[in-house]
C-alpha cells in the first residue's frame, strides 16, 4: 500500500477555498524555497567535512540496516514551528531548550526496517483494529487504518511488568491538515496484562498537533505560539517527535523541542506500554492518515553528571543521526544541549567524544563514519560555545560493542556516542 504526500490532501467541497487555500500554500513554499537555498549556502561549507565515499550510497552499510528509514528528527514538521520546512542548516537553532535525554538501555525499538508493505507490524501484536505496513513519503511507516486501533510491543513475557521505574519512549507521529488526529498511549499491555491495577486501565496521556494532555485533561500543555490544540486547514501536514520521559512518579512528555507536560506525581506503576489512535471515524480514509514510526523504548534516567562521575564517561545512544550521514538529528540536542551545561558548569572538563557503529556493513566505512559522526558532535557542542580545546575526537566503528548485534535493541546500544573523561 503506497500513499505519497499528495495523497493525504484532502478533498474540498467549498472549491473557491480550496483555490484560495492553494494560492497561499503556493506562495508560503516560494517563500520557503528562497529561504532554504539561502540556508543550503550556508550549509555547504560545514557538510564538506561528512562527505563520504560512495560506495555505501545503496542499501548497504552500518544505518541502511541498522536504522532503516529513520528520518524523523530531520523531516520538515521537525521545525520550530511544527511545519512545513527544508532540514534547518543547525538544530540548535529549533532545538536549542530541549532538554529531554533518552534512557541508554535499549529495551524495545522498532525502526520498521525490511518490513513488507501491506503486511501486519512484525514486531508489534494487534489489540483492535487494522493496522498494516505502508510506504509514505517513501519512509516505512506504521498505518493505523481503522478508528481506536491499538498495538503492542510484542515481547518475551509482554504478560509481566517490563517497565523499570525509570524509562523513555519515544516516536514520530503524523498529523494531518484540519483533522482531529491524536495519537493515545497506555503505560500497560491492554491485551497480556489483564490483572494491572485500576489505574492503568485508562489511557495514561493523549498527544494532538499542538498538544499533549493527561486523561480527561487533567494536565495539559499547548505549543508555542499556538492559540488551539488541533492543526487548521491554513498549516500543512507534519510529524513530529513525540519524547516521554518516567521518572518513578513524574512524567513529562514532549513534542518535537517543547516539553508540554511535567507531572510530578502520577501515583501509577507503568506496566509495559500500548499506542493507539482516536476513535474517530475518518481514520484510514483517503487523505486522512494516522502513520507513527521510529518508535523506541529505554531504560534509564540517570543524570549525566552522575554516569560521568561513576564510569569516567558517558555513552549517549540519544544522539542520532540521518541514514549513513554524519548529520546529527535535531532530537539529538536534548543530550548535546545537557553536555554543553555540564561543561558550563563544570570548566575543568575535558572530553573524547567517540563514535562507534553496530556491525552492519562495510568494516571500513563504518570506522569512517564513526569519525565523521563524532567531528559533527563536536562541531555542535562548538556552535553552541564549548572551547573546541576542551574536546577531542575519535571514531571506533563497530571495534567496541556493547552488545551482540544479534537484534535491533542490541544493535541499537551498540550505535552510540561515548564522552570520555580526560
Not at 507503568?270 to 484510514?284: K, L, S, Y
Amino acid at each position: 500500500m503506497f500513499l505519497s504526500s499528495e495523497a493525504t490532501a484532502q478533498v474540498k467541497v467549498d472549491l473557491k477555498g480550496r483555490v484560495n487555500r492553494e494560492a497561499d500554500k503556493r506562495a508560503k513554499k516560494k517563500t520557503e524555497e528562497a529561504v532554504d537555498a539561502g540556508f543550503d549556502k550556508l550549509e555547504e561549507g560545514i557538510k564538506g567535512i561528512f562527505k563520504k565515499k560512495n560506495k555505501n550510497d545503496t542499501d548497504q552499510g552500518e544505518d541502511v540496516a541498522a536504522e532503516g528509514n529513520e528520518e524523523a528528527g530531520a523531516t520538515a514538521g521537525n521545525q520550530s514551528g511544527g511545519g512545513k520546512g527544508s532540514n534547518a542548516a543547525s538544530p540548535t537553532l529549533s532545538w536549542s531548550k530541549y532538554d529531554f535525554v533518552p534512557g541508554d538501555k535499549i529495551i524495545f525499538e522498532d525502526i520498521q526496517e525490511n518490513e513488507e508493505n501491506g503486511e501486519f507490524p512484525s514486531r508489534w501484536d494487534l489489540v483492535e483494529g487494522r493496522v498494516e505496513n505502508a510506504v509514505f513519503d517513501n519512509k516505512n511507516v506504521i498505518y493505523f487504518m481503522t478508528a481506536s486501533s491499538k498495538i503492542i510491543p510484542y515481547l518475551k513475557n509482554r504478560e509481566h511488568d517490563y517497565l523499570p521505574d525509570e524509562f523513555t519512549l519515544e516516536f514520530d507521529a503524523w498529523f494531518e491538515t484540519d483533522e482531529y488526529t491524536s495519537y493515545i498511549i497506555w503505560f500497560r499491555d491492554v491485551k497480556n496484562q489483564e490483572n494491572a491495577p485500576d489505574e492503568l486501565y485508562y489511557q495514561i496521556f493523549s498527544v494532538t498537533p499542538n498538544s499533549a494532555a493527561t486523561l480527561h485533561n487533567k494536565n495539559k500543555g499547548i505549543y508555542p505560539n499556538k492559540d488551539y490544540e488541533w492543526n487548521t486547514d491554513d498549516e500543512p501536514s507534519f510529524w513530529r517527535h513525540v519524547s516521554v520521559s518516567f521518572n518513578r512518579r513524574a512524567l513529562k512528555v514532549y513534542l518535537d523541542e517543547t516539553r508540554l507536560l511535567n507531572v510530578p506525581n502520577m501515583e501509577i506503576n507503568p506496566m509495559g506500554i500500548t499506542i493507539g489512535i482516536d476513535n474517530f471515524g475518518t481514520a484510514g480514509v483517503k487523505g486522512i492518515n494516522r502513520f507513527i514510526k521510529n518508535i523506541r523504548i529505554a531504560e534509564g534516567a540517570v543524570k549525566l553528571y552522575d554516569k560521568l562521575l561513576q564510569d569516567g564517561k558517558i555513552i549517549a545512544n540519544g544522539i542520532r543521526f540521518d541514514v549513513n550521514k554524519a548529520t546529527l538529528k535535531p532530537e539529538s540536542m536534548g543530550v548535546i544541549n545537557t553536555i554543553f551545561q555540564l561543561m558550563q558548569e563544570h570548566p575543568e572538563l575535558k572530553f573524547s567524544v567517540e563514535g562507534h557503529t553496530d556491525s552492519d556493513g562495510d568494516d571500513a566505512f563504518n570506522q569512517t563514519l564513526s569519525e565523521q559522526r563524532a567531528s559533527a558532535v563536536i562541531i555542535a557542542l562548538t556552535e553552541i560555545g564549548i572551547d573546541a580545546g576542551r574536546l577531542t575526537s575519535k571514531g571506533w566503528g563497530e571495534n567496541k560493542p556493547l552488545d551482540t548485534n544479534a537484534t535491533p535493541e542490541a544493535k541499537a546500544n551498540n550505535r552510540r556516542v561515548e564522552f570520555v573523561k580526560i
